[in-house]
């Protein structure tokens, strides 16, 4: 009786701290864009956060949540420093000179409480993360109101300027005649080859170096898929971890080229070896005085010594093939992984009595 009166207590104990400990919510701060995809890989990974892929463009999906979360900043953010409850964008400097940027906009909200594995900075910075591509916005003119230059500095400054002008012009020049003599020798202009991003379309420009194919058909192929580049991928679970669905599958077809072109050396070497075993055989017939064995055998030789040349020329084919079409198929799949925007929304850590 006693024991059981002790095993009660402990019970009650246990149930009362239960009482008593915060417990946190696993709703998020905002709704998930409609028609968006969830990524489990990745959100399986944090505590803190979801993550969502839409096709909807970025501007499209920062209106949409402006629109919904406008009442809830506000009262999230009565209490907060100016910039809370309204995105902030930043903008990474296109490197290529092209007319997209890749923007992450972010709207802080609320947490009450620090969540599960996070610290006082997440509580405060919670919100909502977008990211995608969008055009680069030109700047705005603004005209000069200095004065002009005159005396001896108008005439540094000119002569700077002609310095900077004749630096451009030799250096373009050297970049044409460059380019002239790549083209020369290959039959394809480098520098536009090398504009084309080698993710995921660098098994198609080595078909292009290769000779296997032009570089028209690679420029055609890069118009119907160029936004494959500046796309989003959801997580990829692989033997190693996990890594964006991209390169999961640009990487194993990379493989798959390799162990075929393997296969085809293995198989070729393979014939050579039976030929040369079966020449040793034939000598030492005749060695022998059997010449009738080895007129046979030298008959087998031949034969051998044609599927030898047919194993060879097999080689050769594999070490030029063309898998052009494989990587066709590459960007079809990554075609329909591929998402414009993604989102990122923290969890709702609030906490509840139980």
């Keep these: 009786m006693k024991k059981i009166s002790v095993l009660f207590t402990i019970i009650s104990i246990a149930v009362l701290s239960l009482a008593v400990v915060p417990a946190f919510a696993t709703t998020l701060l905002a709704p998930?864009?409609?028609?968006?995809?969830?990524?489990?890989?990745?959100?399986?990974?944090?505590?803190?956060?979801?993550?969502?892929?839409?096709r909807?463009?970025?501007?499209?999906?920062?209106?949409?949540?402006?629109?919904?979360?406008?009442?809830?900043?506000?009262?999230?953010?009565?209490?907060?420093?100016?910039?809370?409850?309204?995105?902030?964008?930043?903008?990474?400097?296109?490197?290529?000179?092209?007319?997209?940027?890749?923007?992450?906009?972010?709207?802080?909200?609320?947490?009450?409480?620090?969540?599960?594995?996070?610290?006082?900075?997440?509580?405060?910075?919670?919100g909502v993360d977008l990211e995608g591509w969008q055009k680069v916005s030109e700047p705005a003119g603004t005209q000069n109101t200095s004065p002009p230059m005159t005396g001896?500095?108008?005439?540094?400054?000119?002569?700077?300027?002609?310095?900077?002008?004749?630096?451009?012009?030799?250096?373009?020049?050297?970049?044409?005649?460059?380019?002239?003599?790549?083209?020369?020798?290959?039959?394809?202009?480098?520098?536009?080859?090398?504009?084309?991003?080698?993710?995921?379309?660098?098994?198609?420009?080595?078909?292009?170096?290769a000779g296997h194919h032009s570089q028209k058909e690679l420029e055609t192929v890069y118009k119907k898929y160029h936004l494959l580049s500046k796309a989003f991928y959801p997580l990829h679970k692989t033997g190693k971890g996990t890594e964006t669905y991209n390169r999961w599958l640009v990487d194993q077809t990379w493989a798959q080229i390799k162990t075929s072109g393997r296969a085809s050396t293995r198989k070729a070497l393979g014939a050579g070896e039976n030929a040369a075993e079966l020449a040793r055989k034939m000598q030492q017939l005749v060695h022998?005085?059997?010449?009738?064995?080895?007129?046979?055998?030298?008959?087998?030789?031949?034969?051998?010594?044609?599927?030898?040349?047919?194993?060879?020329?097999?080689?050769?084919v594999a070490r030029n093939q063309d898998h052009w079409n494989e990587w066709l198929g590459v960007l079809k799949k990554l075609q329909a992984h591929a998402y414009r925007t993604k989102i990122t929304i923290d969890r709702a850590s609030r906490v509840s009595e139980q």
């Design 288 to 316: 022998q005085g059997r010449m009738q064995e080895a007129q046979i055998l030298a008959q087998q030789m031949t034969a051998a010594q044609q599927r030898g040349m047919t194993a060879g020329a097999k080689m050769q």
């Design 56 to 126: 909807a463009s970025l501007s499209t999906v920062r209106e949409w949540y402006q629109q919904r979360l406008a009442k809830k900043s506000a009262a999230a953010c009565s209490d907060r420093s100016e910039g809370c409850g309204t995105f902030t964008q930043d903008c990474t400097t296109a490197s290529t000179g092209g007319p997209m940027t890749q923007c992450t906009d972010r709207m802080v909200l609320k947490w009450n409480a620090i969540p599960p594995g996070g610290s006082m900075v997440d509580a405060y910075n919670a």
């Design 152 to 209: 001896q500095a108008a005439k540094m400054m000119a002569q700077i300027n002609a310095a900077e002008d004749q630096m451009q012009a030799e250096s373009k020049q050297l970049i044409q005649q460059i380019q002239k003599e790549g083209q020369q020798q290959s039959g394809v202009d480098v520098v536009r080859l090398g504009a084309i991003p080698d993710m995921p379309f660098g098994g198609l420009k080595q078909e292009v170096l």
């Design 32 to 54: 998930a864009y409609p028609g968006s995809v969830a990524d489990p890989v990745a959100s399986a990974q944090s505590q803190k956060a979801m993550v969502y892929f839409s």
